[in-house]
């Protein structure tokens, strides 16, 4: 069985969205994010970096969303064009776009004074990272508008998961400085966003961790039964 180390509303919710979408058995541990328990000694040997989240697999522990993603297609045959598909090297070329380049600017942007250097940097910094991630967001929307079989209102997939959470936070964070993003703008991205809420993954996922009725189109703050999200 799987373990999955997780905060509520955090980069784990991906991984559980997947669990889910594969009908994996899994046990969550909550890495309370409160009293800063992902710096602890035993989190960090599961991930040095004392991110979120880690999974525990039968074959030892495993970080990274995008690696985890696809440790877990792979194993399961699902959720991804497999090795030998035609498909897969524009679907491998996109999941490392979404994990390496948008959202690690987007955390860049929830994280602006960690990232900027001094205070004063910091408009202009979040200025900068605000008009890369809505020149991802174009570029995302415009390849949705293919409909690739893995990324498509019509089915789930690593990246439907993956892409959905990140238009959620979006949405959300940083508190007051969420003006600027308007998912209406991106109407594939937004398909893909309302046909992955309507998914039964998604309301058992709402039901953990307190996400709300329409998690992705037009999110809420979570309310988790436990944890912070923040």
């Given at each position: 069985m799987y373990v999955l180390h997780y905060a509520p509303d955090n980069s784990s919710?991906?991984?559980?969205?997947?669990?889910?979408?594969?009908?994996?058995?899994?046990?969550?541990?909550?890495?309370?994010r409160r009293t800063r328990q992902q710096d602890s000694a035993e989190y960090c040997r599961l991930h040095p970096n004392g991110l979120i989240p880690a999974l525990e697999t039968p074959d030892g522990a495993i970080f990274e969303t995008g690696a985890i993603l696809?440790?877990?297609?792979?194993?399961?045959?699902?959720?991804?064009?497999?090795?030998?598909?035609?498909?897969?090297?524009?679907?491998?070329?996109?999941?490392?776009?979404?994990?390496?380049?948008?959202?690690?600017?987007?955390?860049?942007?929830?994280?602006?004074?960690?990232?900027?250097?001094?205070?004063?940097?910091?408009?202009a910094f979040d200025a900068a990272t605000r008009g890369r991630i809505a020149r991802h967001l174009t570029i995302l929307d415009e390849m949705a508008q293919t409909r690739p079989t893995w990324f498509s209102p019509d089915s789930s997939s690593a990246m439907t998961l993956y892409v959905s959470c990140l238009l959620r936070w979006l949405?959300?964070?940083?508190?007051?400085?969420?003006?600027?993003?308007?998912?209406?703008?991106?109407?594939?991205?937004?398909?893909?966003?309302?046909?992955?809420?309507?998914?039964?993954?998604?309301?058992?996922?709402?039901?953990?961790?307190?996400?709300?009725?329409?998690?992705?189109?037009?999110?809420?703050?979570?309310?988790?039964?436990?944890?912070s999200a923040t």
């Open positions: 919710l991906i991984v559980r969205l997947a669990l889910e979408e594969l009908d994996q058995p899994y046990e969550t541990r909550l890495v309370d696809l440790w877990l297609s792979e194993r399961h045959g699902a959720l991804a064009p497999q090795p030998g598909s035609s498909e897969r090297v524009a679907f491998l070329k996109w999941l490392f776009f979404t994990s390496n380049t948008f959202h690690a600017d987007i955390r860049m942007h929830f994280y602006a004074d960690r990232f900027a250097g001094a205070p004063e940097a910091i408009p949405a959300l964070y940083p508190k007051g400085g969420t003006d600027w993003f308007d998912l209406a703008a991106y109407p594939a991205l937004r398909a893909v966003a309302a046909a992955m809420e309507r998914r039964p993954s998604a309301r058992k996922a709402t039901l953990a961790e307190g996400l709300g009725a329409t998690i992705f189109t037009k999110p809420s703050h979570a309310c988790p039964p436990e944890g």
